[in-house]
């Protein structure tokens, strides 16, 4: 069975930072692309960062130069460092899985998602 939980939201004042974790247990993890989604109220949800099995990544063009998305295939989870924070990355988080996720900007061929976690940023 596949779990996905995600984990280090909160809130943060604007410059400031965040750790996101997500584990993904029940799938073959180091096999998988990953990916964090983030959703804004009354907005659509949206890519924010990938991973591919073989370290290759990419970002959204907001978050260049200020997020890092990495993996730990042994302890089968994949990190957001989020950095320089603005006020416009409040959103609720989620990470998913799967083979075309890289280039879904909506998450829509995900089959399995988590909770999300919270992110707030005040100005």
């Known amino acids: 069975q596949v779990h996905v939980v995600e984990s280090g939201g909160g809130l943060a004042q604007s410059g400031g930072s965040l750790r996101l974790s997500c584990v993904v247990s029940g799938t073959i993890f180091s096999i998988d692309n990953l990916a964090w989604f983030r959703q804004a109220p009354g907005k659509q949800r949206e890519l924010v960062a990938g991973i591919t099995q073989f370290g290759s990544t990419n970002y959204i063009d907001s978050v260049k130069g200020r997020f890092t998305i990495a993996r730990d295939n042994d302890k089968k989870t994949v990190y957001l460092q989020m950095n320089d924070l603005k006020p416009e990355d409040t959103a609720v988080y989620y990470c998913?899985?799967?083979?075309?996720?890289?280039?879904?900007?909506?998450?829509?061929?995900?089959?399995?998602w988590g909770q999300g976690t919270q992110v707030t940023v005040s100005s």
């Open positions: 998913t899985f799967g083979q075309t996720i890289m280039v879904d900007i909506t998450g829509r061929s995900a089959r399995y």
